[in-house]
């Protein structure tokens, strides 16, 4: 099994659009969509046992007037 020595750096939550993007120390980046309300209350509970809450941010949420 090989190991790598990247590291998260920063976690972005959309919570509108159900997403987390994950950027590592070496500059790559994944998202994470969720098709369910469920599946994303599971990741974003497993975020808030696991990572560091140091480099957790949220999107701001978009509204808008009619």
């Known amino acids: 099994m090989t190991y790598s020595d990247e590291f998260l750096e920063n976690i972005t939550i959309d919570v509108c ?5 994950l950027y590592s120390d070496d500059g790559q980046k994944r998202k994470v969509k ?26 701001d949420i978009t509204t808008t007037e009619d």
């Open 17 to 21: 659009k159900k997403t987390f993007m």
């Open 34 to 59: 969720c098709d369910t309300t469920q599946q994303f209350m599971d990741v974003l509970q497993l975020i808030n046992n696991s990572a560091d809450p140091r480099i957790v941010e949220y999107t």
